[in-house]
């Protein structure tokens, strides 16, 4: 059984710095797809960044390009999320989420989810 457990959210000032981790378990990590999504009050769960299994690619949305980092650890089935220079705008309930093989925007692609962590930038 897959086990995604976030951690690392909290209440920030924008301009500063959080780091988000995501502990995988009951799957073969190395070979996953591994996301970062987020949800605000109001809105639809959109993708921020990807992790590619297949040849280590990282992909990011638009607006948190050259504020977040996303990076894996597969020897310790852990995923993080370095954001930087964090805005209001970033205000959200933050989801790491598993898909086998390639990667891919949607969220109906992805199968398995954790609970969530929440980020509050204030200006």
């Known amino acids: 059984q897959v086990h995604l457990v976030e951690s690392g959210g909290g209440s920030v000032q924008a301009g500063g710095s959080l780091r988000l981790s995501c502990a995988a378990s009951g799957l073969t990590y190395s070979t996953y797809c591994m996301a970062w999504f987020r949800q605000a009050p109001g809105k639809e769960r959109e993708g921020v960044a990807l992790?590619?299994?297949?040849?280590?690619?990282?992909l990011y949305r638009d607006s948190v390009k050259g504020r977040f980092t996303i990076s894996r650890d597969n020897t310790k089935n852990t995923l993080y999320l370095q954001m930087s220079s964090l805005k209001p705008e970033d205000t959200a309930i933050y989801y790491c989420?598993?898909?086998?093989?390639?990667?891919?925007?949607?969220?109906?692609?992805?199968?398995?989810w954790g609970q969530g962590t929440q980020v509050t930038v204030s200006s």
């Open positions: 989420a598993a898909r086998p093989a390639g990667c891919s925007w949607l969220r109906e692609h992805f199968g398995y």
């Open positions: 992790s590619s299994a297949i040849r280590g690619d990282t």
